[in-house]
């Protein structure tokens, strides 16, 4: 199983246990709670002390005013972590939204929820919110923080009503809205409601390369009863000039093994998009699953002209060459990606899977079974990567650190070391790609 698999499937399998939470009534996350009965969204009761500071007789002037003294207090909260100067705003904020009349200053809603948030107070924070959009039912923000409470209080038919208002308005952030599908799919599926689908489709729509994102859209489908790539596959051949709708079944056919298929659509993307890389990476990912290596390193080498600064397509490349045991070209590919950017956790993690497939490839040339001294050296330089990785890159960590861990093993012992000298240098000729002047 070469590194790009094993994080696949880690991935995978996370994903499986994420749903099997969410799959969960609402009555499990929340006694006594019955997903068909309405629940009040807005509190029943609205009202604060602090309406008392209502005077229509307030200037503009003195709104602002207020609202500079409020804010003093909650940045020197935001910057020092004190919950004293949160409480310490909250009565000039509340002064400033009960007599602005114009909606001037309706971001100080936001403000005031966000004090009651840090103070540990989310049923006044709620209150605030619902004050908030009583006035501006448009406003995104209130709508923002409406869902989030209601989400995590377990409503999550108000949840819902909040995120469908946040993504009725598509001239937002793509980022934002794909975040908002994210969360308003899973909001679905707890209701187990269809619409979680379309919702997630949606995901996908705003990020096409997120594999993860149709993995989900197929465990849904899976869960409804749906076969997710009969559906996909009719969309396709209606329109195979449609390239989401390509894209999408050539997700879900890779996801699922049907690799002939996938090959199909995603040909059928390059014939409307030429240099779609999305694409020719996931030809290049059936090609290796079939293990037609020398057709995917072309494919791979096609998407470095297009985009030469591709990471992940350096270390495509390099894994395979690595699989074909050509590790000094391998090697170089890593090289190109680490000049790059040294962050980037996965180049390291294939520079590990690179000296692991050398000590395969040693090790079965011999008659001799077992490990041999250099054999364990170059393991040891494995593990230097897979901890390389683990350090730099949080988004492979978990999978660099089992690596390490699994690996401990077949390295060197005290008595390896004492009956070479403690040698560190490699002399076995098979390994000569990695000292070329041994």
Same mark, same amino acid.
């Given at each position: 199983? &070469? ?17 099997? #939470? +969410? ?11 019955? @997903? ?136 937002? &952030? ?41 993995? +989900? ?20 051949? !209606?329109? +195979? ?11 879900? #056919? ?20 030429? @240099? ?60 190109? #990606? ?19 497939? #050398? ?16 054999? !364990? ?44 000298? &403690? ?16």
């Amino acid at each position: 199983m &070469n590194i790009f698999t094993a994080l696949k499937t880690a991935a995978f399998t996370a994903l499986l246990f994420m749903l099997a #939470a +969410t799959f969960q009534p609402i009555s499990a996350q929340e006694e006594g709670l019955d @997903e068909t009965e309405d629940v009040a969204c807005e509190p029943e009761n609205m009202t604060t002390p602090y309406d008392a500071y209502a005077d229509d007789s307030v200037t503009m002037d003195q709104i602002r005013i207020w609202y500079d003294y409020g804010r003093e207090y909650y940045k020197k909260a935001q910057y020092g972590k004190s919950e004293d100067n949160y409480s310490k705003a909250l009565p000039y904020f509340w002064k400033v939204v009960v007599n602005d009349k114009t909606g001037a200053f309706k971001v100080v809603y936001g403000k005031i929820v966000d004090c009651y948030l840090n103070l540990n107070q989310p049923d006044s924070a709620m209150l605030a919110t619902y004050r908030g959009l009583k006035l501006y039912p448009d406003y995104p923000s209130l709508h923002y923080h409406a869902g989030y409470l209601q989400k995590n209080k377990g409503n999550i038919k108000c949840a819902i009503l909040h995120y469908e208002a946040l993504v009725s308005d598509e001239t937002q &952030n793509p980022d934002a809205l794909k975040n908002y599908y994210m969360v308003l799919s899973q909001l679905y599926l707890q209701l187990e409601d269809e619409r979680a689908i379309d919702a997630q489709r949606k995901v996908i729509e705003y990020d096409p390369e997120n594999v993860e994102a149709a993995t +989900t859209l197929a465990r849904m489908m899976d869960f409804f009863g749906m076969d997710p790539l009969k559906a996909r596959e009719e969309a396709f051949l !209606k329109d +195979t000039t449609n390239v989401l709708n390509a894209r999408q079944y050539g997700m879900i #056919a890779f996801e699922s093994g049907q690799y002939d298929k996938a090959l199909r659509a995603f040909n059928a993307v390059l014939v409307q998009e030429p @240099e779609n890389v999305e694409a020719f990476s996931y030809i290049g990912r059936v090609y290796e699953s079939k293990d037609q290596l020398s057709n995917a390193i072309n494919v791979y080498k096609k998407i470095i002209t297009i985009d030469p600064d591709r990471l992940n397509t350096l270390c495509a490349l390099a894994s395979v060459y690595g699989r074909l045991n050509e590790f000094s070209v391998a090697r170089s590919y890593i090289r190109r #990606a680490i000049n790059k950017d040294a962050g980037y956790g996965l180049a390291y993690m294939v520079m590990g899977e690179i000296y692991e497939n #050398a000590v395969m490839n040693c090790s079965n040339k011999r008659e001799k079974d077992g490990y041999s001294y250099d054999d !364990k050296l170059v393991f040891e330089m494995a593990r230097e990567e897979y901890r390389k990785a683990a350090s730099k890159d949080r988004n492979v960590a978990s999978s660099a650190q089992n690596r390490y861990n699994q690996l401990a093993p077949f390295i060197r012992t005290k008595a390896d070391k004492h009956m070479q000298g &403690n040698r560190d240098t490699l002399k076995d000729g098979c390994y000569a790609w990695i000292n070329p002047n041994m």
